[in-house]
């Protein structure tokens, strides 16, 4: 069974408009969980990373939130714009020692004009 | 190098051929991980390596995948008698410290088409 998982499989929405996407996971014990967008036929490129301590991160247009008590994260895209079609991998990892990352499905998300 | 480079970027091969794929990870990263990665699905962990130590490798899924790091440089993860179903994009990560709250980086993957 999945440790990460990502809601919604995918979503479209108009240009200009913002989204959310979740991330709940059960790894335990938590160490880091970060986002990645992957662009079709690219790598994964990260945009936020949390530890456990951290609420919320911002990285322009991307804002991602953690609550560590109910093991929830979710990334906010504000202002959406057509380059931001891609799916958004949910990565978590254990302790700091911990090498196996646990990848959420991701969500793809298509911005229409 | 600048980034992490895999080859080939696309490879297609028979059913019962053997390929060979490549990782070359950022020059000085201690740890290299590869992973697949389905169409429409998310990345599956495979094995991770410390320098050229294979640290686990229980995520291969069965005895046809193998890889090796003999240098704790450059990776190669070898499928022997392919099949089908190992269709996939294969792709590697390293990061500079085994901690991996130092950041790792991926790269661009081998899509690899089984016919």
């Known amino acids: 069974k999945n440790q990460v998982e990502q809601s919604p499989q995918s979503l479209i929405i108009l240009e200009g408009k913002n989204c959310t996407l979740q991330?709940?996971?059960?790894?335990?014990?938590?160490?880091?969980l970060r986002w990645y967008k992957q662009d079709t036929g690219r790598g994964p490129v990260s945009l936020t990373i949390?530890?456990?301590?951290?609420n919320t991160k911002s990285n322009g247009r991307y804002t991602a939130t953690l609550d560590a008590d109910t093991k929830q994260s979710s990334l906010h895209i504000t202002a959406s714009q057509l380059s931001d079609s891609a799916s958004y991998i949910c990565v978590v990892t254990r302790t700091s020692n911990d090498y196996k990352l646990s990848f959420g499905a991701g969500t793809t998300v298509t911005v229409r004009a | 190098g600048a980034g992490v480079s895999q080859s080939p970027r696309y490879k297609v091969t028979k059913r019962g051929q053997d390929v060979a794929l490549r990782c070359d990870p950022i020059?000085?990263?201690?740890?290299l991980y590869w992973y697949r990665q389905a169409l429409g699905q998310g990345p599956e962990f495979l094995t991770y390596?410390?320098?050229?130590?294979?640290?686990?490798k229980s995520g291969l899924p069965n005895d046809r995948f193998s890889a090796e790091r003999p240098e704790g440089s450059i990776s190669t993860l070898t499928i022997q008698r392919t099949e089908q179903r190992d269709s996939a994009m294969y792709r590697c990560?390293?990061?500079?410290?085994?901690?991996?709250?130092?950041?790792?980086?991926f790269g661009s993957g081998t899509r690899l088409t089984v016919v």
């Open positions: 390596f410390n320098y050229e130590a294979q640290q686990d």
């Open positions: 990560a390293s990061s500079p410290l085994r901690d991996l709250n130092y950041g790792y980086t």
């Open positions: 020059s000085g990263h201690v740890s």
């Open positions: 991330c709940n996971y059960t790894v335990s014990p938590f160490s880091n």
């Open positions: 949390m530890t456990f301590s951290e």
